[in-house]
C-alpha cells in the first residue's frame, strides 16, 4: 500500500500543472493564457466541439489515449490498475427494513452493508453521522447486534429512534456532534464502526478517534474531501507528511468533479447555471470594469426557468451593483461559448480525479496501518450507483 501511495503521489507530483487549474475560472477570463500548459494542448483544447467534449467526458479511456498521444510523458500504469473490489454475501433483507430509502441510495446502502458484514456480524455498531439510520437499519436486522447511531439532527435521531422501536431492531440513536466530547466516547474497543459519505473531517475525526481508543474495526467510505476546518489539507499518514503535495480546498474538490449519478435534467440545469454564471461575469467585467472574479451565492433551480436577464438582475442584486441596459441575448451566447470552454479545460483535471482520490484515501488507510491496523482498500459498488465507491476497511491486528 505504501508503495502504491508513493507512485502515485510522485506522478501526481510531476504533473500538477495539469489538474491544478481551475476551468470556471480560466473560462471567466479566457484571454489568460496557461503558461503551465504545453502550447500543443491548449490548441487541442481550443479546437474540440461540444459532441467531442461530451463523448470525452463520458469516455475516460478515450480521453487516456488522446492525451497520451499528445502528452507521452504523461503515460503511467496507475491509469490503467484496476481497483480491488470487495466480495460479499447477497443480503436477505426483510420487506420493511428498505421502506423510505430512495433507489440509488439503497443500492449504496445494500452494497456497503454487505462487506460490513462478511467481515463482522458478531461484533456491535456504531453508525457514524448516521441520519436516519439507514445503514444501521440493515446492519441490525441481519446481525442481531447492537447498533448506536450518531447524528447531528434531532429530527432525523427522532424519526430513526421511531422505525427501530417501530420495527423492533436494537438501535439507539445518540443527538450529538461528531467533534465532542460525548461522540468520541462512542468509539470503544468494542465496536465497528462505519460510515458511508460522512464529509470531510467528519470521517477523518471517526479515524482519528478510532486509532486514539483502539475501535476493533471500522468501514468509511469517505466523500466531500474539501469540507474540512483547516485552510488546506493536513495529512495524516508519515508518507504523506513527508510528500511534497500539499492541496487547497479547490484541489480537494476535484475528485468530486465525476457526475455519472446525474439525470439528463440536472444535467441541463448545470450547464445553464454555469452558462449565466459565466456570462454575468463577462457582463460585469465588460460593462461595469470589475476585473477580479465575483462570486455570487448558491440559486434556487427555478430562478433558471426565469431567463438570463433575470438572473442578473437577481445577482446584481445579491451584490449590490447595478446595471445598464445590454443586449441580454448576446452576453448569453457569450457564457455558453465560454461554458465549452469550461468544460474542454476541465478534461485535463479529469485524468487525475481518481488518483487524487486515492491519495486521499491512502492517506487514511496508511495512518490507521500505523496505528495498529490491518487494512484492505477497495470498491464497494460500481461507479455507477456512485462514483464514491472507494472503502476503507480495518480491522485491529489482533483481531
Request: proline share 5%; aromatic share 8%; glycine share 4%.
Amino acid at each position: 500500500m505504501l508503495k502504491q501511495f508513493t507512485e502515485i503521489d510522485h506522478w501526481l507530483l510531476e504533473h500538477q500543472a495539469f489538474w491544478r487549474i481551475e476551468p470556471f475560472l480560466q473560462a471567466c477570463f479566457p484571454e489568460q493564457r496557461l503558461p503551465s500548459i504545453p502550447a500543443h494542448i491548449q490548441e487541442w483544447l481550443n479546437t474540440l466541439q461540444p459532441e467531442e467534449i461530451l463523448r470525452y467526458k463520458l469516455s475516460p479511456e478515450q480521453l487516456y489515449a488522446k492525451l497520451r498521444r499528445l502528452l507521452p510523458s504523461i503515460a503511467s500504469n496507475i491509469l490503467n490498475v484496476s481497483e480491488p473490489q470487495f466480495s460479499s454475501p447477497k443480503l436477505e433483507l426483510s420487506a420493511h427494513s428498505c421502506t423510505g430509502i430512495p433507489g440509488r441510495k439503497l443500492e449504496q446502502i445494500v452494497a456497503m452493508s454487505s462487506v460490513c458484514l462478511d467481515s463482522n456480524r458478531d461484533i456491535q455498531w456504531l453508525e457514524w453521522c448516521s441520519g436516519k439510520g439507514y445503514l444501521g437499519r440493515l446492519l441490525a436486522s441481519v446481525s442481531g447486534q447492537n447498533v448506536t447511531s450518531l447524528e447531528f439532527q434531532q429530527q432525523l435521531c427522532r424519526d430513526g429512534q421511531h422505525y427501530a422501536e417501530q420495527h423492533h431492531l436494537p438501535m439507539t440513536f445518540v443527538h450529538g456532534d461528531a467533534f465532542s466530547d460525548e461522540a468520541e466516547s462512542l468509539c470503544c474497543s468494542d465496536k465497528h464502526a462505519v460510515a458511508l459519505h460522512a464529509c470531510g473531517d467528519l470521517h477523518v475525526r471517526l479515524i482519528k478517534n478510532a486509532a486514539q481508543s483502539g475501535m476493533a474495526a471500522l468501514s468509511v467510505a469517505p466523500c466531500c474531501y474539501h469540507l474540512i476546518q483547516d485552510e488546506s489539507y493536513q495529512p495524516l499518514s508519515s508518507a504523506a507528511k513527508q510528500s511534497g503535495m500539499r492541496l487547497s480546498k479547490a484541489d480537494l474538490r476535484i475528485p468530486l468533479q465525476e457526475t455519472v449519478t446525474g439525470g439528463e435534467r440536472v444535467h441541463r440545469h448545470r450547464k445553464l447555471e454555469m452558462t449565466y454564471r459565466l456570462a454575468f461575469q463577462h457582463l460585469i467585467t465588460t460593462e461595469l470594469g470589475i476585473d477580479d472574479y465575483l462570486p455570487i451565492p448558491s440559486i434556487k433551480k427555478s430562478l433558471l426557468s426565469k431567463g438570463f436577464e433575470a438572473f442578473c438582475h437577481w445577482a446584481a442584486d445579491k451584490k449590490q451593483l447595478t446595471l445598464p441596459s445590454v443586449d441580454w441575448a448576446e452576453y448569453e451566447r457569450e457564457g455558453e461559448q465560454r461554458f465549452w470552454r469550461m468544460e474542454a479545460l476541465s478534461l485535463l483535471p479529469q485524468l487525475f480525479r481518481r488518483p487524487l482520490e486515492q491519495w486521499l484515501v491512502l492517506d487514511r488507510a496508511l495512518f490507521l496501518i500505523e496505528h495498529g491496523y490491518s487494512v484492505e482498500v477497495g470498491t464497494f459498488c460500481q461507479r455507477e450507483v456512485t462514483p464514491r465507491n472507494l472503502l476503507i476497511r480495518a480491522n485491529r491486528a489482533s483481531n
